[in-house]
């Protein structure tokens, strides 16, 4: 199983960054999925989710900014990242929802900063 987060990068306060996460070796429609960030000296947090049924779910400190997308046709999982802020700095990754711990991927680097 591989699951493959890219798009992170450098983006000023208040922009906007889209995450992509390129599911292989599942039957990714079956799965719930989520978005996940960890910054340094923390515990991985859970962003977002959506279901097979795409319902979706948000963490408070991003909800109404960020927002949780699935195209199962391309077994991909998008994060679309509004008005970001500094407190958004992490390595994002995605997972199923729960999360399954030999999934883990080198995740996607944001860094916001002006």
């Known amino acids: 199983v591989q699951l493959q987060a890219s798009g992170g990068g450098l983006v000023q306060p208040g922009g906007s960054l889209r995450l992509s996460c390129e599911a292989s070796?599942?039957?990714?429609?079956?799965?719930?999925m989520g978005w996940y960030r960890r910054v340094p000296g923390k515990q991985r947090e859970l962003v977002a989710r959506i279901s097979n049924r795409f319902t979706t779910g948000y963490a408070d400190s991003v909800k109404g900014r960020f927002t949780i997308s699935r195209e199962n046709a391309k077994n991909t999982v998008f994060l679309q990242m509004n008005t970001l802020k500094p407190e958004d700095a992490a390595v994002y990754y995605c997972n199923t929802f729960p999360n399954t711990p030999d999934y883990w991927g080198q995740g996607t680097l944001v860094t916001v900063s002006s």
């Open positions: 070796g599942i039957i990714f429609r079956l799965y719930d």
